[in-house]
């Protein structure tokens, strides 16, 4: 077998791939955000309204963060 010979090609855009894996941070954290809310809400209810408030702010960030893996591809991408 020649060394030169091509065993797998990579074709398309791996922008595509790099979102796929950049999606897997804010799910785990949107998980984690309102896994421990729910706990906490459980623990103390007379706090609803910080702890509600805190997991807004959570998911946002979290989201942003997804949303900014989503747009790197095209603005890197050639």
């Given amino acids: 077998m020649a060394a030169t010979e ?3 090609a990579v074709s398309g855009s791996l922008g595509s ?5 950049a ?4 799910g785990v954290g ?3 955000i309102f896994g421990n809310g ?4 459980a623990r103390q209810p007379e ?3 910080l702890i509600r408030a805190n997991q ?5 960030f979290c989201e942003a963060l997804a949303l900014i893996g989503l747009v790197m591809p095209f603005v890197y991408g050639k």
């Fill in 6 to 8: 091509t065993l797998a």
């Fill in 17 to 21: 791939i790099g979102y796929g894996l």
């Fill in 23 to 26: 999606a897997i941070g804010p």
């Fill in 30 to 32: 949107v998980g984690i």
């Fill in 38 to 41: 729910t706990q906490a809400l």
């Fill in 47 to 49: 706090a609803a309204g």
């Fill in 56 to 60: 807004i702010l959570g998911f946002a």
